[in-house]
């Protein structure tokens, strides 16, 4: 199986949702500086494990403009919402992602559903991405398995994500960084930070 394959089992809709552009979501500038050393114009096939309304995705889209972004998200992540006005969002947040995409909808393919799930899931495809970045899951336990998981399966792909700094309000302890740690020590890799983001390395 292949991308055109993937492509063909998640397509977009026949008409653009009646939605207005909205750039909501959370992006710092240390993502940003990771993202502009490490994806390269050349690079063909991104997976982007969490879009949200797709303010990374245009990012990435941007700094490798001939690639095709494969975008894992679920569009309802309520644990993600801090205030009410999220929380409308979420509703129609597939239809917004969609609606802010269309012009660019030829080199995303949205892929909906649980990321440990779609990790899985796309692995029968046979596809090599160039990068993957990782702003989904906060759960040290879930997100741990996802990580190694992308390691052994993509050894050539740069590995990357967001939310090193996250500190989870419940617990006050931070989940994502321990993860992200925790792969990298079972993996043998090196963790380079850039504020909020991460990558890892082998050198």
């Known amino acids: 199986m292949n991308l ?8 977009w809709p026949d008409v653009k949702p009646d939605m207005a552009f909205d750039d909501h979501g959370w992006f710092l500038p ?18 982007e494990v969490g879009s949200w309304l797709g ?7 941007d700094l490798a403009p001939n690639a095709t972004v494969v975008c894992v998200d679920t569009w309802s992540a309520e644990d993600e919402l801090i205030n009410l006005t999220e929380a409308e969002r ?59 998981d992308a390691v052994k399966t993509y050894p050539d792909t740069i590995i990357c994500g967001d939310d090193y700094a ?23 890799l090196r963790i380079i930070p850039f504020q909020n983001a991460w990558v890892y390395t082998s050198d």
């Open 90 to 148: 979420t509703k129609t947040a597939y239809a917004q992602f969609l609606a802010n995409h269309w012009e660019q909808r030829h080199r995303i393919v949205p892929v909906r559903g649980n990321a440990l799930e779609q990790l899985e899931y796309l692995k029968q495809y046979n596809l090599k991405p160039d990068l993957i970045y990782f702003d989904a899951e906060k759960d040290t336990g879930p997100l741990y398995k996802q990580l190694v």
């Open 30 to 47: 240390g993502n940003q500086k990771m993202l502009q050393k490490y994806i390269k114009p050349s690079f063909n096939l991104i997976f």
């Open 55 to 61: 303010k990374s995705t245009r990012f990435m889209m």
């Open 4 to 11: 055109e394959q993937l492509k063909a089992q998640h397509p």
């Open 166 to 188: 996250f500190n989870n309000p419940l617990t006050n302890t931070p989940t994502v960084r321990m993860a992200v740690d925790a792969a990298a020590r079972t993996m043998q």
